[in-house]
């Protein structure tokens, strides 16, 4: 047995040395950050694991948008796995800004003032809903009359999508720029979803391969070395990351962000140690799951990484 060390400060404490001391401190979260760090270090090293980034849309509302552009942006991740909501809402914010709000709100007199509310988010109607529709539309035409395009997987609308854009804010953006693939496997489930839908309406012929997306996915995972995930939050984007790496039994490392409980019975809940029994995640592999909040614990990950590789 090891006995417990306090946590001691000093003024001018890089994120990464107060990490360092979190191994030794004892209590609940504290040691499984510190683990987190190491894990993701770990991807880094001279067999540098293929690192999938996965997370649902709603952290995409709130400032945590800025950390996971930086993933992309310095090509910290391999492959992001996520849902619609993500690129409505990295749109959204390119042509407007979302408002801090209260979840104590009174959600009638949004709905007059034409506001959504998501969580403690405001965003309002008009940087949404006919926002996306207004720039889809004209884009998908764009794309079906002059490119002559009729047929096209997920990862490339999304690519197409970031080099239209001039806003380095953006995930999308720094997506296509880095040629980091970017997979929806639920993209009808959201506005965008929507847009795509209602375009086919008038253009019969028009289609999205989401099969030509899996094709991909199984392209990266079968030429893989190592695999290692960031999996933030569960749900589709959780699932997809850990069912395709099953095929090259399992994970090599993994880091869980959620804030599910284990016997609500969902995905979300499932601790990954879960996914060893799945052929999800290798027997041996290194992995943690934090319970929390992820716009607080991401960051701190991502400050004490980049502390770390900076170093290195």
Same mark, same amino acid.
């Given at each position: 047995?090891?006995?417990?060390?306090?946590?001691?400060?000093?003024?001018?404490?890089? +994120?990464?040395?107060?990490?360092?001391?979190?191994?030794? /401190? $004892? !209590?609940?979260?504290?040691?499984?950050?510190?683990?987190?760090?190491?894990?993701?270090?770990?991807?880094?090293?001279?067999?540098?694991?293929?690192?999938?980034?996965?997370?649902?849309?709603?952290?995409?509302?709130?400032?945590?948008?800025?950390?996971?552009? =930086?993933?992309?942006?310095?090509?910290? +991740?391999?492959?992001?796995?996520?849902?619609? $909501?993500?690129?409505? #809402?990295?749109?959204?914010?390119?042509?407007?800004?979302?408002?801090?709000?209260?979840?104590?709100?009174?959600?009638?007199?949004?709905?007059?003032?034409?506001?959504?509310?998501?969580? @403690? +988010?405001?965003?309002?109607?008009?940087?949404?809903?006919?926002?996306?529709?207004?720039?889809?539309?004209?884009?998908?035409?764009?794309?079906?009359? @002059?490119?002559?395009?009729?047929? *096209?997987?997920?990862?490339?609308?999304?690519?197409?999508?970031?080099?239209?854009?001039?806003?380095?804010?953006?995930?999308?953006?720094? /997506?296509?720029?880095?040629?980091?693939?970017?997979?929806?496997?639920?993209?009808?489930?959201?506005?965008?979803?929507?847009?795509?839908?209602?375009?086919?309406?008038?253009?019969?012929?028009? #289609?999205?391969?989401?099969?030509?997306?899996?094709?991909?996915?199984?392209? *990266?995972?079968?030429?893989?070395?190592?695999? !290692?995930?960031?999996? *933030?939050?569960?749900?589709?984007?959780?699932?997809? +990351?850990?069912?395709? @790496?099953?095929?090259?039994?399992?994970?090599?490392?993994?880091?869980?962000?959620?804030?599910?409980?284990? #016997?609500? $019975?969902?995905?979300? !809940?499932?601790? =990954?140690?879960? /996914?060893?029994?799945? $052929?999800?995640?290798?027997?041996?592999?290194? #992995?943690?799951?934090?319970?929390?909040?992820?716009?607080?614990?991401?960051?701190?990950?991502?400050?004490?990484?980049?502390?770390?590789? @900076?170093?290195?």
């Amino acid at each position: 047995m090891k006995s417990v060390d306090d946590i001691t400060l000093r003024e001018g404490m890089r +994120v990464s040395e107060l990490i360092d001391q979190f191994s030794g /401190a $004892g !209590g609940f979260t504290a040691p499984m950050l510190a683990e987190a760090v190491d894990i993701l270090e770990s991807m880094y090293g001279p067999e540098r694991s293929t690192i999938f980034l996965s997370f649902p849309a709603a952290p995409v509302s709130t400032g945590m948008r800025g950390v996971l552009r =930086m993933l992309v942006q310095r090509k910290l +991740v391999d492959v992001v796995v996520t849902t619609c $909501g993500t690129l409505d #809402h990295d749109l959204a914010r390119c042509w407007g800004d979302y408002m801090r709000g209260s979840f104590e709100a009174d959600d009638e007199v949004l709905l007059e003032k034409g506001i959504h509310r998501l969580g @403690n +988010v405001f965003v309002p109607l008009d940087v949404y809903g006919p926002a996306l529709e207004s720039r889809l539309q004209p884009f998908l035409e764009d794309l079906y009359a @002059n490119e002559g395009v009729r047929t *096209i997987s997920c990862n490339d609308l999304v690519w197409r999508m970031g080099e239209r854009l001039a806003d380095e804010s953006s995930i999308l953006y720094w /997506a296509r720029r880095n040629r980091i693939p970017v997979i929806v496997p639920g993209i009808t489930d959201g506005a965008v979803g929507s847009q795509l839908w209602l375009f086919r309406q008038a253009h019969s012929d028009f #289609h999205v391969d989401l099969l030509a997306d899996e094709t991909l996915l199984s392209d *990266i995972v079968h030429t893989a070395r190592r695999t !290692g995930g960031l999996i *933030i939050g569960g749900g589709i984007s959780k699932h997809h +990351v850990i069912w395709w @790496n099953q095929f090259r039994d399992g994970l090599d490392s993994a880091v869980y962000v959620t804030t599910a409980p284990e #016997h609500d $019975g969902s995905l979300s !809940g499932a601790r =990954m140690r879960e /996914a060893i029994s799945w $052929g999800k995640l290798r027997p041996k592999a290194r #992995h943690v799951t934090i319970p929390g909040e992820a716009t607080v614990i991401v960051p701190i990950l991502a400050a004490a990484l980049l502390d770390r590789l @900076n170093e290195g």
